[in-house]
């Protein structure tokens, strides 16, 4: 569904991501792990189009400052170019660590606003289906987005890129600041997602041990580079990577 080719990114003439290539198949969960500044964040805004809409601003700005090289194809088609709302016209959504856009509406009218792309007459269902999802989003669903707890925001980060109805759903690092009870709601969460609606979904993530069960296929990044891949099993059993990402 997905193929990265030799992705490369520069910030100027600093490296972010490195000759980075990856494939995701259709229905597949795949994770993208690294620690911090190995260019998770980087690789999913060039996924979701955001660092191309950086360029295209600073280069009118008359900078120059981000270079991107290698290919980025959805179903065949090359969409290295494409500014990020035709990408989500296409169903790829990214969503990043809570991000509810308006702190002063409840929480169900950012569901609503969220589902801005589809016909009303399957808003309902949709947001049924969010609540199925996390019903602890139900209770608080008058509640302000932004009075919201750090995990209640991530549920219903989730549920707003879900309400766009994506077939490829972008996770920037979905575990961030969570406690561990939180980020096993959510893992459960996410492998439900995919089982009920067999969504394609691509994960970045520092937190291997909680991630690595539910995946197909894993890349691990260190410094914008690819240094290993492989199913999710064979990564937990790796001693570098437990040695590394598992605190062991
Ligand atoms: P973290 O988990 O800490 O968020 P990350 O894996 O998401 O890290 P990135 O944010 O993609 O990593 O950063 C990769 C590298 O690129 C880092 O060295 C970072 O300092 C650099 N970088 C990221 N964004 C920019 C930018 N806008 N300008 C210059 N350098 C950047």
Known sequence: MLEVSNLMVFYENALALNDF????????????IGSNSAGK??????????????K????RKGGE?????????LDGEDITELYPSERVKKGMV??????P??????????????AYLRARSELKE??????????????LKTRKAGFLSGGEQQMLTIGMALMVKPRLLLLDEPLLGLSPLMQTTLVEAIKRIRTETGLTIVITEQFARPILPMIDHGYIIENGMLTLDGSGL?????????GAYFGV
């Not at 290539?21 to 993208?32: H, L, N, R, Y």
């Not at 295209?56 to 280069?59: D, S, T």
């Not at 609540?131 to 209770?139: A, D, I, K, Q, V």
């Open 41 to 54: 964040t980087t690789l999913m805004n060039t996924l979701s189009g955001l660092i191309i809409d950086t």
């Open 65 to 73: 400052r981000i270079t991107l090289y290698g290919t980025i194809s």
């Open 234 to 242: 064979e990564l937990m059993e790796n001693p570098e990577v437990r």
């Open 101 to 114: 856009i308006f702190p002063e509406s409840d929480l169900v009218e950012n569901l609503r606003i969220a």
């Open 94 to 99: 990214l969503c990043r660590e809570r991000h």
């Open 21 to 32: 290539s990856m494939k995701v198949t259709k229905g597949s969960i795949v994770a993208i």
């Open 56 to 59: 295209i601003k600073e280069q």
């Open 126 to 139: 949709a947001i049924e289906y969010v609540f199925h999802l996390f019903p602890t989003l139900m209770r």
